[in-house]
């Protein structure tokens, strides 16, 4: 059952209106009455509702309160669902964003996000890993267009924002070419690709971020820019809460549009045959210019975020490929010299990579016989691989590996994935083994092409990453 409230009306507020002096007349007075009354009226139409109610969460094993608050200029997504940040507050660890949640939560209303705060009262229960299996079910509910009652939040452009956090949307990290891909003649100018940033407000200590490439594709036209977010191919299609939860360690996270900004099965080079030669694969330097102008914006941003400065990336399939592109230390003026924010390093200091591609030219390898349209589609932009190797060599993320400077690396994956996943990861982590980078694994913590879910394997993967960021404590006796 739902009950409905409304902002209380500040009626102090009206002492700003001057009352007439003994000397006014009768039009003063009516002036004064007029405006009174214009000030009354355009208050009472900006009153933002609130709905509440108990959620049934899974982390505390009972029903919390939340409740959701309009804004009173709400945003809306190109279908006209409502932009939405469900805020997790009353959290049983330590909150590193100093504003109160009343004065976060207005912020977010202020920018036109709904908000649905869950209110955890300070459960014990609400900690890492445990509280990503709420961040999972919240995202599903979202997708599936039923949560707290409503049937219209974004299923693409919605945040679960831990308290203290806010979100600085739709920064602008590289502009496209639409040449690369050739991908309609309508599409001349090539729009800017964004990313999400996810920051501390007013912390009194900085903290490290985790940057993901998107494995959901944005690309030209109103209706499709902007999905890095996309639950159906992203967070709630593979229950991907990793980058969410990251903030109940201290890390905050970046989530950027994935490098390829064109339908992933389409792209038609103008020296291939086939109109789809790209449709399984991005291509350098493009990509690897955008992944590396992504890190040094978001660096060079991060200092007025709260930020520290230390980035780590987290990547998954096609978004694996794309952040493998950061950990090398190899430079190449082609990849280096490119997109925004030049002189400031784009080095990364970890990265937590599952399936991808890393080395194009292992794919003929029999080991890697199920790699599908790269078999054929590769050679159709590159040419023949015995003649073009040095070409096949620079689109992978295993060349940039050059010494023991390249940034650590756990790998994930199944061993029920595909075939030439698994080749991919064992060769690029042989190669970082024999140059010294650290690297571990994460191996058959579930089934298929899919991430880690269960809170043993994402502590594992949050370990990693803070033992190389160093994040700070938030831990439950650290709480203020």
């Not at 509280?131 to 999972?136: E, L």
């Not at 009194?204 to 030209?220: A, D, E, H, K, Q």
Request: glycine fraction near 8%; aromatic fraction near 12%.
């Amino acid at each position: 059952m739902q009950t409905y409230t409304t902002k209380a009306f500040n009626f102090c507020s009206l002492n700003a209106i001057e009352s007439p002096g003994k000397h006014a007349g009768k039009m003063s007075f009516r002036k004064a009455r007029l405006m009174l009354l214009l000030f009354f009226l355009v208050n009472i139409y900006s009153i933002s509702y609130a709905a509440t109610g108990n959620w049934t969460s899974s982390v505390t094993g009972g029903n919390i309160t939340y409740t959701t608050t309009e804004s009173p200029s709400p945003a809306k997504d190109y279908n006209g669902n409502y932009m939405t940040v469900v805020y997790l507050e009353n959290l049983g660890f330590h909150k590193i964003g100093g504003n109160s949640n009343a004065t976060d939560v207005a912020w977010l209303l202020s920018k036109g996000y709904r908000v649905i705060e869950l209110n955890y009262a300070n459960s014990t229960k609400a900690v890492t890993p445990a509280i990503n299996a709420d961040i999972i079910a919240i995202n599903d509910a979202i997708f599936n267009g039923s949560f707290c009652g409503l049937t219209n939040c974004s299923k693409y452009r919605a945040y679960v924002l831990f308290e203290g956090y806010r979100i600085s949307r739709d920064v602008p990290y590289f502009v496209d070419d639409p040449a690369v891909y050739n991908y309609s003649s309508t599409y001349t100018v090539g729009d800017s690709l964004r990313m999400d940033i996810i920051y501390p407000a007013n912390a009194s200590v900085t903290v490290p971020v985790v940057l993901s490439f998107s494995y959901s594709n944005s690309y030209p036209g109103d209706a499709n820019k902007n999905q890095r977010l996309n639950l159906g191919n992203s967070l709630a299609g593979f229950k991907d809460s990793f980058l969410e939860g990251a903030p109940a360690n201290g890390i905050a996270w970046a989530m950027a549009d994935h490098p390829k900004y064109c339908p992933w099965g389409n792209g038609k080079p103008a020296n291939a045959t086939n109109n789809k030669a790209y449709g399984s694969y991005e291509t350098n330097p493009d990509a690897a210019r955008k992944v590396k102008s992504a890190v040094r914006t978001l660096r060079a941003l991060g200092a007025g975020l709260g930020l520290s400065g230390k980035i780590g990336i987290y990547g998954f399939s096609r978004g694996s490929t794309a952040g493998s592109m950061a950990v090398g230390n190899r430079t190449v003026p082609e990849f280096e010299n490119a997109g925004f924010n030049t002189g400031i390093s784009d080095d990364v200091q970890a990265a937590a990579l599952g399936s991808g591609v890393f080395d194009y030219i292992q794919i003929y390898n029999a080991s890697e016989s199920d790699a599908g349209n790269l078999l054929t589609n590769c050679p159709l932009v590159w040419g023949p691989l015995a003649s073009n190797y040095a070409l096949w060599q620079s689109q992978g993320s295993a060349y940039l590996a050059q010494t023991a400077a390249t940034a650590p690396v756990l790998f994930f994956y199944n061993t029920n994935d595909a075939l030439y996943y698994q080749d991919q990861i064992k060769r690029f982590k042989a190669k970082l083994d024999s140059l010294g980078v650290p690297t571990a694994t994460l191996v058959n913590y579930g089934t298929g092409h899919a991430v880690p879910q269960t809170g043993a394997t994402l502590s594992t993967l949050y370990c990693f990453f803070n033992r190389y960021l160093t994040p700070p404590s938030v831990r439950q006796e650290s709480r203020v």
